[in-house]
């Protein structure tokens, strides 16, 4: 297992308490949103409307989501929601980031628990 961002030259107690502030820095689980918000300009199908000659409808606010290989779905967002949809999509990101670096640290301490019990094994051997 690769030690990765210099984890292994802080102590014990270093560790544990970065992962504690990564963790209160998580936003609440309410407030989060996976998905990309874009903005879009449409036509709406009338053939007689300005947009049908070039002229398209917009700029809307669009949030998609990918669902799976080759599986999107989204909506127009109403222009009031566009900041609190911004600000959760903004948290998914802070989250998924956050969570990778307690990963990281939880896997340090992982490794460090496992090199003390073999380095007692190998105290009682000798």
Do not use: F
């Not at 949103?33 to 809307?60: D, F, I, M, W």
């Not at 929601?81 to 956050?98: A, F, I, M, S, T």
């Amino acid at each position: 297992m690769k030690v990765s961002s210099g984890l292994g030259r802080l102590s014990e107690l270093a560790l544990r308490q970065r992962r504690q502030g990564l963790a209160k820095q998580l936003p609440p689980v309410t407030d989060i949103l996976r998905g990309s918000l874009v903005q879009r300009y449409v036509t709406c199908g009338n053939p007689a409307c300005k947009c049908a000659k070039g002229e398209r409808h917009g700029p809307l606010w669009y949030l998609t989501v990918t669902l799976g290989p080759g599986k999107t779905t989204g909506g127009i967002v109403a222009n009031e929601k566009v900041e609190q949809v911004r600000g959760w999509v903004n948290n998914y990101h802070k989250v998924k980031e956050h969570l990778e670096k307690i990963s990281e640290i939880n896997r340090e301490l992982l490794r460090r628990e496992r090199d003390k019990r073999r380095k007692r094994k190998q105290g009682m051997k000798g």
